[in-house]
């Protein structure tokens, strides 16, 4: 195999030599087709981008404090709570047979020590027997309210007054200390909660304006603005937290996720060329047929399009995309 590529290499260099040559020719000879247009005017953003989700600005997620199988649900979606106001019952059975079982003891006690008091005053009784059943007396009730405390620790309550937005777990259904049965919080105001990039972060402000898009409202632009940020970040993930403060009058729902741009510079009427003309702080213009290097500053830079604060006339034809190697005085045509 090696022998036939050896034996070809003489034909290859020549191809190759043909079209470096035809190439150079065409340069020398002939005129580079490109795209060209004038600066536009228009509205220039610039903007980061985060997702978000839609939050009550208070809410409670609510879980067991003790693990127990449900037995009785007093609250759904929608409806109005107070704090300390019951939302689930767990199975209390056992918990209720243990505090009978206990205040059995401590009756048969009391009425032990009740007995033995005629008996302590007339020397028939010790005190030491005295004082073990007073002892006895004060462990059972002790226990009594441990019990009474635990069978409490199944009745799940609001923290809060609000409104029931979501509820989880049927009757029937084991229900675990990690399990949200309930999530309770006030239906206005909402807020988006953002995790902004760190190396942006710096540039998020308190009150700046930001755009939401959400699948639910695909044909809307919906606007808020920056209430907090968080001045820990995430080392993990390498984010910080962003807070955006809705209107009352948002249409999103708490739990929708939604694409957000974090306004940080506008201009209403900007001179715009494309995002490929500028290389290193220069454009090229079409100028008597040929390609003329101009310096530019550059203001607010978008994903397509980027402002031009100055260096370029209204009328002047931008190369849209210059192709490597374009120098000033190269012979060009518009396409």
Same mark, same amino acid.
């Given at each position: 195999?090696?022998?036939?590529?050896?034996?070809?290499?003489?034909?290859?260099?020549?191809?190759?030599?043909?079209?470096?040559?035809?190439?150079?020719?065409?340069?020398?000879?002939?005129?580079?087709?490109?795209?060209?247009?004038?600066?536009?005017?228009?509205?220039?953003?610039?903007?980061?981008?985060?997702?978000?989700?839609?939050?009550?600005?208070?809410?409670?997620?609510?879980?067991?404090?003790?693990?127990?199988?449900?037995?009785?649900?007093?609250?759904?979606?929608?409806?109005?709570?107070?704090?300390?106001?019951?939302?689930?019952?767990?199975?209390?059975?056992?918990?209720?047979?243990?505090?009978?079982?206990?205040?059995?003891?401590?009756?048969?006690?009391?009425?032990?020590?009740?007995?033995?008091?005629?008996?302590?005053?007339?020397?028939?009784?010790?005190?030491?027997?005295?004082?073990?059943?007073?002892?006895?007396?004060?462990?059972?009730?002790?226990?009594?309210?441990?019990?009474?405390?635990?069978?409490?620790?199944?009745?799940?309550?609001?923290?809060?007054?609000?409104?029931?937005?979501?509820?989880?777990?049927?009757?029937?259904?084991?229900?675990?200390?990690?399990?949200?049965?309930?999530?309770?919080?006030?239906?206005?105001?909402?807020?988006?909660?953002?995790?902004?990039?760190?190396?942006?972060?710096?540039?998020?402000?308190?009150?700046?304006?930001?755009?939401?898009?959400?699948?639910?409202?695909?044909?809307?632009? @919906?606007? *808020?603005?920056?209430?907090? /940020? &968080?001045?820990?970040?995430?080392?993990?993930?390498?984010?910080? !937290? %962003? #807070? =955006?403060?809705?209107?009352?009058?948002?249409?999103?729902?708490?739990?929708?996720?939604?694409?957000?741009?974090?306004?940080?510079?506008?201009?209403?009427?900007?001179?715009?060329?494309?995002?490929?003309?500028?290389?290193?702080?220069?454009?090229?213009?079409?100028?008597?047929?040929?390609?003329?290097?101009?310096?530019?500053?550059?203001?607010?830079?978008?994903?397509?399009?980027?402002?031009?604060?100055?260096? @370029?006339? *209204?009328?002047?034809?931008? /190369? &849209?995309?210059?192709?490597?190697?374009?120098?000033?005085?190269? !012979? %060009? #045509? =518009?396409?």
């Amino acid at each position: 195999m090696i022998h036939r590529l050896l034996s070809r290499l003489p034909l290859i260099l020549v191809l190759v030599v043909l079209a470096a040559g035809g190439a150079w020719a065409w340069r020398a000879n002939g005129t580079i087709e490109l795209a060209a247009a004038p600066p536009r005017r228009g509205p220039a953003v610039e903007a980061i981008y985060a997702t978000g989700t839609v939050e009550a600005e208070k809410w409670a997620r609510i879980a067991p404090v003790t693990p127990g199988r449900i037995s009785e649900i007093f609250a759904v979606e929608g409806d109005a709570v107070k704090a300390g106001q019951p939302l689930i019952r767990l199975d209390d059975r056992e918990a209720s047979a243990r505090i009978a079982e206990l205040e059995a003891k401590a009756a048969y006690w009391k009425e032990e020590i009740a007995r033995s008091a005629p008996l302590l005053a007339a020397g028939y009784r010790s005190k030491e027997a005295d004082q073990k059943a007073r002892s006895e007396y004060n462990q059972v009730v002790a226990a009594i309210n441990a019990a009474r405390q635990r069978r409490t620790d199944l009745i799940v309550v609001s923290p809060m007054d609000g409104v029931v937005l979501r509820r989880d777990g049927e009757v029937g259904e084991l229900a675990e200390v990690k399990d949200a049965l309930f999530w309770v919080g006030a239906p206005r105001p909402l807020r988006l909660t953002a995790e902004v990039d760190e190396e942006d972060i710096a540039r998020v402000r308190v009150g700046q304006k930001v755009l939401i898009k959400a699948d639910a409202f695909a044909e809307r632009i @919906l606007e *808020a603005k920056v209430d907090r /940020i &968080t001045p820990k970040g995430d080392p993990i993930n390498k984010t910080f !937290r %962003v #807070r =955006v403060v809705l209107p009352d009058d948002t249409p999103l729902l708490v739990g929708m996720t939604t694409e957000i741009n974090i306004i940080t510079k506008e201009s209403p009427d900007a001179q715009l060329i494309p995002a490929t003309a500028p290389i290193d702080g220069k454009v090229f213009v079409v100028e008597n047929g040929t390609a003329q290097s101009r310096p530019v500053t550059i203001g607010i830079r978008g994903r397509t399009m980027v402002e031009v604060l100055n260096g @370029l006339a *209204a009328d002047q034809l931008v /190369i &849209t995309a210059p192709p490597t190697g374009l120098k000033t005085g190269d !012979r %060009v #045509r =518009v396409k």
